[in-house]
Structures are given as C-alpha cells and as structure tokens.
C-alpha cells in the first residue's frame, strides 16, 4: 500500500459538523471522529430540516461549524429508489444545495460532499473510473438519486472555481454495516438478505427470497471503512475530481446471499424473484487514486457481513 499523503487540512481543534448522524454512514463518521481531537456537532432530520434553506442557515449561522461531512440524503435501495423518484430528487437536490451555499456564506473551512456510485452511467467501462461522470445515460432504477447526486458533485466543484472554497466530494459504493436500515421495502440488499435469512431460520423455512436474477455484480464496503476514508479524504484530499472509495472485490448477488445464509446459520437455499429488478448489472469502482493516496479498506465481506448481523440481532430481530 502507498504510504499516506500529506495531510491537507486538520481537524484538531475544529468544530466539525456531521449531519445525517442517525443515519448508518453518520454514525459511523462520529465513531470514527471520536478518535480525532475535534468538538462535534451532529444533527437530526427533527432538530435541523435540511431541506429547508431558512433552517439551515439560522444553525449554521448559530453553531459556525469548520468542516462539514455532508452525508444527510434520502436513501434506499432500489425499490425505494424506483417507486419514491420526487423524494429522492427532491430532497437530496435541496440539502446539498442549502448545505453547500450556507457553508460558503458561513466561511465553513472544508466541506466533504458524500456521493454515492450510482453517478455513474449505466454501461461505464468496468472498473468505473472517475472520469466517466457524466458519460452516458444512469441505470433508470436510481436515476432520480443520481441526478442529484450529480448536482452535489458539480455544486461542490463549482463553488471551488469560484469561490475558491475547499469542497470536496468522494463517491463510495454500496455500503453495509451496522445501523443499515433493514426494513424491506426500503433496505438495500445486504440488509434485506441478512433480514430475510435470519427470519427463514427462525420460521423454519427451507428458503428466502432474493429480488431478481441473482446475477448482477456488486462490491461492497463495509461502513465503518467508508468512515475512515471519508475522515482520511478530509484531512488529506483537495481537488475536484470526485474520488471512488471501494476495496476492489465484487461478487454476484447470489453470491451474497449464500455468504449472508452461511453468516446467518441457514442452511436452506435462496429463491430469486425474476419479477423484481436487477438494476445496474455490474458495479465495481476503480478506487487506484484512493489507494495511490494511502487508503486501504481492511474489513472482509463475511467479517462485516457477521458485524452486521450481531448488531441486528442486538438492536433489530
Ligand atoms: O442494494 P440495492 O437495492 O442497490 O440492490 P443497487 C442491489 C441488487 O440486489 C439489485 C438485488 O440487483 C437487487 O435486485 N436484491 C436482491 C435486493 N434481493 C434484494 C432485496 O431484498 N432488497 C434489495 N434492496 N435488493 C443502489 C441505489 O442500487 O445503489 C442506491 O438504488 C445507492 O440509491 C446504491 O446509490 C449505492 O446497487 O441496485
């Protein structure tokens, strides 16, 4: 592994500010920052209604956070995404733009813009790099999410050729891990599986059901990871090419879930819902200028995928 770049900027002493923090990513950021010297500042949907430009700037003007982790957004997985389509344009497309906008006005030192991978177009050249933002048409499913992830890469891009502001954006693929949402109409897949599996052994059932082929290909990062590459491109990335975070391994979702069955102490077989959608049918990102800066992800995906069912037996089943 390349040895870590210079850092650019720090966090000791900052007020650092991360919004979304019931979120899973949110979370796991502060878990993450709780190791930092900082003094931090979290807020909730209830306390500060991002969507709202008023609410935002009254809190950013009382609170004067330094650095920002912008990580609120409307999420889900792919039936979320492809039924709730105002929602997921909607809000995300106003949070970043207040969130970005109020920080300039405010003087806010460093802001992190959290975009996910599905900015990508649909038929990318595997691995996806970071140039091919905005080379071709979005898979449909999470179209709407994309477009406005999209604006906050632009906006943060944007307001760093003009205002000279040190806004950055990084864009990790499909993230597990503790706190997911595992409700089943909005969950994605690995919490759903992990969900599904879980309730098949306790109900004595021969099977669960997986949503579509089975076919595509996914990577996925475990949370707690993707909060340590967030902080490290914090302190130590400013630029503004948004910059993949994945650890490089893909597998099918069939493979997943006979991973997620052998986590979860199933020993029946997955069935899968051809009626349900595939999505993307392949996504793994090409995280080279990430690992060229010195980050690495150091959880496997059955070590997280255990995590992640202890923490949904402690605080979900
Ligand atoms: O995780 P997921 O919803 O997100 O689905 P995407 C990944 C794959 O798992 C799809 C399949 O092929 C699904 O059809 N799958 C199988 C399931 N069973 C299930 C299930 O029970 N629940 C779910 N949710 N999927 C997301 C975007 O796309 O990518 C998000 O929709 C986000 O907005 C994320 O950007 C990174 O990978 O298809």
């Given at each position: 592994?390349?040895?870590?770049?210079?850092?650019?900027?720090?966090?000791?002493?900052?007020?650092?500010?991360?919004?979304?923090?019931?979120?899973?990513?949110?979370?796991?950021?502060?878990?993450?920052?709780?190791?930092?010297?900082?003094?931090?500042?979290?807020?909730?949907?209830?306390?500060?209604?991002?969507?709202?430009?008023?609410?935002?700037?009254?809190?950013?003007?009382?609170?004067?956070?330094?650095?920002?982790?912008?990580?609120?957004?409307?999420?889900?997985?792919?039936?979320?995404?492809?039924?709730?389509?105002?929602?997921?344009?909607?809000?995300?497309?106003?949070?970043?733009?207040?969130v970005i906008d109020t920080a300039r006005k405010t003087g806010v030192?460093?802001l992190?813009?959290?975009?996910?991978?599905?900015?990508?177009?649909?038929?990318?050249?595997?691995?996806?790099?970071?140039?091919?933002?905005?080379?071709?048409?979005?898979?449909?499913?999470?179209?709407?999410?994309?477009?406005?992830?999209?604006?906050?890469?632009?906006l943060?891009?944007a307001y760093r050729?003009q205002y000279g502001c040190?806004f950055?954006?990084?864009?990790?693929?499909?993230?597990?891990?503790?706190?997911?949402?595992?409700?089943?109409?909005?969950?994605?897949?690995?919490?759903?599986?992990?969900?599904?599996?879980?309730?098949?052994?306790?109900?004595?059932?021969?099977?669960?059901?997986?949503?579509?082929?089975?076919?595509?290909?996914?990577?996925?990062?475990?949370?707690?990871?993707?909060?340590?590459?967030?902080?490290?491109?914090?302190?130590?990335?400013?630029?503004?090419?948004?910059?993949?975070?994945?650890?490089?391994?893909?597998?099918?979702?069939?493979?997943?879930?006979?991973?997620?069955?052998?986590?979860?102490?199933?020993?029946?077989?997955?069935?899968?819902?051809?009626?349900?959608?595939?999505?993307?049918?392949?996504?793994?990102?090409?995280?080279?200028?990430?690992?060229?800066?010195?980050?690495?992800?150091?959880?496997?995906?059955?070590?997280?995928?255990?995590?992640?069912?202890?923490?949904?037996?402690?605080?979900?089943?």
């Open positions: 592994m390349a040895k870590a770049a210079k850092p650019v900027y720090s966090l000791h002493g900052k007020r650092v500010w991360v919004n979304g923090y019931r979120g899973m990513v949110g979370a796991a950021v502060v878990r993450r920052l709780q190791s930092e010297s900082c003094t931090l500042l979290t807020t909730t949907s209830e306390e500060v209604d991002l969507r709202r430009q008023s609410d935002v700037e009254a809190w950013m003007a009382a609170n004067r956070p330094q650095a920002v982790f912008l990580i609120a957004a409307t999420v889900g997985g792919i039936l979320a995404n492809d039924t709730r389509p105002a929602e997921f344009i909607y809000d995300n497309l106003a949070i970043e733009a207040n030192e460093k992190l813009f959290m975009g996910s991978a599905c900015v990508y177009p649909r038929e990318a050249p595997q691995p996806i790099n970071e140039d091919c933002l905005l080379t071709g048409p979005l898979e449909p499913t999470n179209q709407w999410y994309a477009v406005a992830k999209i604006a906050g890469v632009k943060a891009q050729r040190d950055i954006s990084a864009q990790p693929i499909n993230l597990f891990g503790p706190g997911d949402n595992f409700d089943l109409e909005s969950s994605h897949v690995a919490a759903a599986l992990l969900s599904k599996a879980h309730a098949a052994k306790a109900d004595g059932k021969a099977t669960f059901e997986v949503w579509g082929s089975g076919n595509p290909v996914r990577e996925f990062l475990y949370v707690d990871d993707a909060a340590d590459a967030l902080v490290f491109l914090m302190e130590r990335y400013s630029d503004e090419l948004p910059i993949n975070i994945g650890p490089g391994q893909v597998l099918t979702i069939r493979e997943l879930a006979e991973a997620i069955a052998r986590v979860v102490g199933f020993q029946g077989a997955p069935t899968f819902d051809a009626s349900k959608p595939d999505g993307m049918p392949k996504k793994l990102l090409d995280s080279t200028r990430l690992g060229r800066l010195g980050w690495k992800a150091t959880t496997g995906l059955e070590d997280g995928l255990r995590k992640t069912y202890a923490w949904f037996l402690e605080n979900v089943a």
